[in-house]
């Protein structure tokens, strides 16, 4: 990283002799729309297209543009109605982008560090109801990514990295879903998509409390596909995978993971379903399936300076109960259940333990394994 910071500080010692010049476009076609380009440095550069407005409004578009630095760039459009977008960004070498289409849609993009990245599109019309929807980026550090696709009512988006070579992407489709990434540290990455109605997804990779490097290589990735669900993602130290699937409505899905080089998979399709996995220490893996109504699953791996415990809960039905208990190391449990109100629980201390549970309530039907929806 440090022969890539000086390679970048090279770049701009000679970009600062030949451009010092700033350059501001602004092109406005409508009623009332407004614009503010405040740029301090050199060759940065800002771009603003406003299109639209109903006649006699006070007040349409609005566009404010803060930069100061050397060779940033940012780029507005806005069309239609009464939209709000605001780009701050200083340093060197950030760009911007921001597009928005329909009614009332606010965006606001700060950006501080050297070659930050970010691009947020919404499209919408809420009609007379304001903010439509909304998106939050907050970037400081080096070479950080964020990106937000927001289409439908009534949405949110917020993206927090602090750190270095970060990456965030929320896609979102529908009415009143809540995304929301924040993460402390370097080399994180991040992905939301939701399509449906109030549905809420949360990744947290590291935490602000205990300073940036709390996270490191972390990746967390989640997928909704219906209405009022919830996933969460709670990752603190290096090197965890954590991936989350959703289909149906009401179900809930958290991930929790700590230390180092942890690996959790969810999958949920049905309704009311609920799924929780806990690794702490090294190495843990853990997948969970479930298919139908109103399941429950549990997996806790713990274990003071160790792991490598191996968990897989498969359910196939409405009203089953499992929870794998590991705490030690290398410890293996498998369950799976077909059928409806089945129990199983599956508790480990120590090392070397094995434990294989399968209860069903449809004859000869064979054992199924991990699959599940590819993710």
């Not at 940033?72 to 459009?77: E, K, M, T, V």
């Not at 009203?319 to 794998?324: A, C, F, K, R, S």
């Not at 449809?362 to 699959?371: E, L, R, S």
Request: net charge negative.
């Amino acid at each position: 990283m440090k022969k890539v910071i000086l390679g970048t500080a090279a770049v701009l010692c000679g970009a600062v002799a030949f451009a010092q010049s700033n350059e501001s476009a602004v092109d406005q076609n409508g009623n009332s729309n407004q614009a503010v380009v405040t740029q301090i440095g050199g060759a940065n550069l800002s771009s603003i297209d406003q299109d639209g407005g109903d006649v006699g409004e006070t007040a349409n578009h609005v566009a404010t543009v803060n930069q100061d630095g050397l060779g940033n760039s940012s780029a507005i459009a806005q069309t239609n109605d009464d939209q709000i977008a605001v780009i701050n960004q200083v340093g060197l070498l950030n760009s911007s982008e921001v597009d928005q289409d329909g009614s009332s849609n606010s965006s606001t993009v700060d950006q501080n560090g050297v070659f930050n990245a970010s691009s947020i599109t919404q499209v919408g019309d809420a009609g007379s109801i304001e903010p439509n929807n909304e998106a939050d980026v907050d970037q400081i550090g080096f070479f950080n990514t964020a990106e937000v696709s927001q289409e439908g009512t009534l949405n949110d988006a917020t993206i927090l990295q602090n750190g270095d070579f970060n990456q965030a992407l929320i896609d979102q489709i529908g009415t009143e879903n809540t995304g929301d990434i924040r993460q402390w540290g370097s080399d994180n990455a991040a992905f939301q998509f939701q399509d449906g109605t109030g549905n809420e997804a949360e990744i947290k990779q590291g935490e602000a409390l205990t300073g940036w490097e709390s996270s490191q290589y972390g990746f967390g990735q989640q997928e909704q596909y219906g209405n009022e669900n919830e996933a969460t993602i709670v990752q603190r130290g290096t090197d965890h995978e954590s991936l989350q699937f959703q289909q149906g409505d009401n179900n809930e899905v958290k991930s929790y993971q700590g230390n180092d080089a942890n690996f959790s998979r969810q999958a949920q399709v049905g309704n009311d379903n609920f799924a929780n996995t806990q690794q702490y220490f090294t190495e843990n893996i853990s997948y969970q399936e479930q298919t139908g109504n109103e399941n429950h699953a549990v997996t806790r791996q713990t274990g003071g300076g160790e792991g490598f415990n191996f968990s897989v809960q498969t359910q196939f039905g409405n009203n089953n109960e499992v929870l794998h208990a590991q705490n030690g190391l290398m410890n293996g449990a498998s369950t799976t259940q077909r059928g409806d109100m089945h129990m199983s629980t599956i508790k480990q201390t120590g090392s070397n333990n094995s434990a294989t549970v399968f209860q069903s309530t449809v004859p000869n039907v064979p054992t199924p394994g991990p699959g599940g929806p590819t993710l």
